[in-house]
């Protein structure tokens, strides 16, 4: 398996364009998962979804960030207008229907 | 909700000695606790987990203990190795009636081998 596919890798954006991050979950896995990762506050859940229902949301820290799962096997997050300090690794993980969950290699964001 | 602290921020062994990383959680419902390793520039990677009906559980040179009593739980590497140099995350689940819940990560520990 390819395992969790993020794209892109890397992205530097000016403040105030709109990015977009990508996620293929494994294949079979039902949960799926956005974290945030900083220095400053480790590993942060923004959003998970269950059979492509987002459970909970919480964690996303502002109105201008969303997310969607349109089907089994693709994600997006969006950050609409993004700000210096959205500066951070995003991971997204998937999970089967247990309670292991797989990281991507994450989405690293820069925003100047 | 569950909390999950963990110590030492930071760890330096020498090669070839052990490492010890604790947690513990605050939630008695919580019953799966895996441990990720993430080196640097990658995302965590399993290398280990243990259920709450099991004590301890070993694979090579890592194990992990859990007291369900105490809650905690850690993680031991012995014979250290350079490759083991990375930050490791504990993290803990409480199980919910609607499906999987997101994992509680510790605030990792960054563990230095040195040669």
């Known amino acids: 398996d390819a395992g969790v596919i993020q794209s892109p890798r890397h992205e530097v954006t000016e403040m105030g364009q709109e990015v977009t991050l990508r996620c293929k979950p494994i294949?079979?896995?039902?949960?799926l998962f956005w974290y945030r990762q900083t220095m400053m506050r480790g590993l942060e859940l923004l959003i998970y979804?269950?059979?492509?229902?987002?459970?909970?949301d919480s964690g996303m820290p502002e109105d201008r960030f969303s997310a969607k799962m349109p089907n089994a096997s693709f994600s997006t997050l969006k950050i609409q207008p993004s700000e210096p300090r959205d500066s951070a690794v995003y991971f997204c993980a998937s999970g089967p229907p247990t309670y292991t969950i797989y990281f991507g290699e994450g989405s690293w964001l820069t925003v100047v | 909700g569950e909390n999950v602290e963990q110590h030492p921020s930071t760890l330096s062994v020498q090669e070839g000695d052990s490492a010890v990383i604790k947690c513990t959680y605050s939630?008695?419902?919580?019953?799966?606790f895996p441990w990720y390793k993430q080196e640097l520039g990658k995302g965590p990677q399993l290398i280990i987990d243990?259920?709450?009906?099991?004590g301890e559980k070993k694979d090579q040179r890592i194990a992990v203990t859990l007291n369900k009593t105490a809650k905690h739980f850690s993680l031991h590497i012995t014979e250290t190795q350079p490759e083991d140099s990375a930050v490791y995350f504990c993290?803990?689940?409480?199980?919910?009636?609607?499906?999987?819940?997101?994992?509680?990560f510790g605030k990792g520990t960054r563990l230095s081998v040195i040669a």
């Open positions: 243990i259920r709450s009906n099991v």
């Open positions: 294949s079979g896995h039902n949960s």
């Open positions: 993290a803990a689940i409480t199980p919910r009636n609607s499906g999987n819940t997101p994992l509680v």
């Open positions: 979804f269950n059979n492509n229902v987002p459970i909970d």
């Open positions: 939630d008695s419902a919580s019953n799966y």
